[in-house]
Nanobody, 117 residues
C-alpha cells in the first residue's frame, strides 16, 4: 500500500499563503492521479484540487485563482500552493492517491490549516 505524508499546514492570517506538500512511498507515483481534499468540522469532505498522471489539473470553484496544485514525479511529491487564504479555507487538508489500474485509493493522515480573520 502507498504511504502518503502531508506537511506544511499551520496558522496563517487572512490573505496569507501556505504551501502544503505530500510525499508518497513506492515507485509508481508517476502513474497515480493525485488529489487534495479538505474537511472542516461538521462539513463533508471536499475535493479542492486534482492533478492527473498526465499533469491535467482541476480546482474547486471556491479556490480557483488562489490555489495551485503541482507534482514532482522524480521527488514523488504533490504540492498545493495556497494564496489569498480566507477563514473559510480552515480545514484539515488530506492528500489522496488514486489509480484505477492498480485499484489504489490511498489517504494521508492530514494536515491542519487554520486561517485567522
Amino acid at each position: 500500500q502507498v504511504q502518503l505524508v502531508e506537511s506544511g499546514g499551520g496558522l496563517v492570517q487572512s490573505g496569507g499563503s501556505l504551501r502544503l506538500s505530500c510525499a508518497a512511498s513506492g515507485s509508481m507515483f508517476s502513474f497515480y492521479d493525485m488529489n487534495w481534499y479538505r474537511q472542516a468540522p461538521g462539513k463533508q469532505r471536499e475535493l479542492v484540487a486534482a492533478i492527473s498522471s498526465g499533469g491535467s489539473t482541476n480546482y474547486a470553484d471556491s479556490v480557483k485563482g488562489r490555489f495551485t496544485i503541482s507534482r514532482d514525479n522524480a521527488g514523488k511529491t504533490v504540492s498545493l500552493q495556497m494564496n489569498s487564504l480566507k477563514p473559510e479555507d480552515t480545514a484539515v487538508y488530506l492528500c489522496n492517491a488514486v489509480s484505477g489500474l492498480w485499484g489504489l485509493n490511498a489517504w494521508g493522515q492530514g494536515t491542519q490549516v487554520t486561517v485567522s480573520s
